[in-house]
């Protein structure tokens, strides 16, 4: 059973840059594909970025692409999440997921992933 450990949220003007991580242990990370997601408050989670397991496919909701880039590092066992041209409508928690499965294929839907992080906040000022 893996255990996700999410880091380096904060506080970012408009335009700015953020790189949060997720730090998986207790399980072979190679196994996993990845993902984040996020919470605004009052809003249902959202998905934002998913990884294959060898890394290879990344997969991005309309919302973030072109401004987010999702990877990941089988050496350190983390998946990070590189957070670039901030809007304050990216203001929410993010947390990231993580899947077992045997192939090479992304997910997108909440029920898909076994494992979830306790996420970590992410504020935009305007």
């Known amino acids: 059973q893996v255990q996700l450990v999410e880091s380096g949220g904060g506080l970012v003007q408009a335009g700015g840059s953020l790189r949060v991580s997720c730090a998986a242990s207790g399980g072979t990370f190679d196994l996993y594909a990845m993902g984040w997601f996020r919470q605004a408050p009052g809003q249902e989670r959202e998905f934002v970025a998913a990884i294959s397991r060898n890394g290879i496919i990344t997969y991005y909701s309309d919302s973030v692409k072109g401004r987010f880039t999702i990877s990941r590092d089988a050496a350190k066992n983390t998946v990070y999440l590189q957070m670039n041209s901030l809007k304050p409508e990216d203001t929410a928690v993010y947390f990231c997921?993580?899947?077992?499965?045997?192939?090479?294929?992304?997910?997108?839907?909440?029920?898909?992933?076994?494992?979830w992080g306790q996420g970590t906040q992410v504020s935009v000022s305007s």
């Open positions: 997921a993580a899947r077992l499965t045997s192939g090479g294929a992304v997910y997108t839907l909440n029920s898909a992933y076994n494992y």
